[in-house]
Nanobody
């Protein structure tokens, strides 16, 4: 039983920054792969970034160089630093946890637990 809670979303102007955080309830957090996804209205859920239990990172091409995913195992948190935000980044952002580390980072089926999401709105 793992609970995930996202925070840090909000309204920001294009070119601005936000830092999202995902807090996990599990003390075994350090063994999880953590992913970030986003979903805009009428669109499919889209992979954004992930960080594995080993610290490897993966990114959607359109966010490379702008977003950075990190984790703090002592605090059971995974963060997504979002810089140079664009209007097309507007979406609900979700964090997800994979307790088994089996599938590819971008595969939604990989993840066992999901947060409820936090809204990011970028105005242009």
């Amino acid at each position: 039983q793992v609970q995930l809670v996202e925070s840090g979303g909000g309204l920001v102007q294009a070119g601005g920054s936000l830092r999202l955080s995902c807090a996990a309830s599990a003390r075994t957090f350090s063994t999880f792969d953590m992913g970030w996804f986003r979903q805009a209205p009428g669109k499919e859920r889209e992979f954004v970034a992930a960080i594995t239990r080993s610290g490897g990172t993966y990114y959607l091409d359109s966010v490379k160089g702008r977003f950075t995913v990190s984790r703090d195992n002592a605090k059971n948190t995974a963060d997504l630093q979002m810089n140079s935000l664009k209007a097309e980044d507007t979406a609900v952002y979700y964090c997800a946890a994979d307790i088994h580390g089996i599938r590819a980072a971008s595969n939604t089926r990989k993840y066992d637990y999901w947060g409820r999401g936090t809204q990011v709105t970028v105005s242009s």
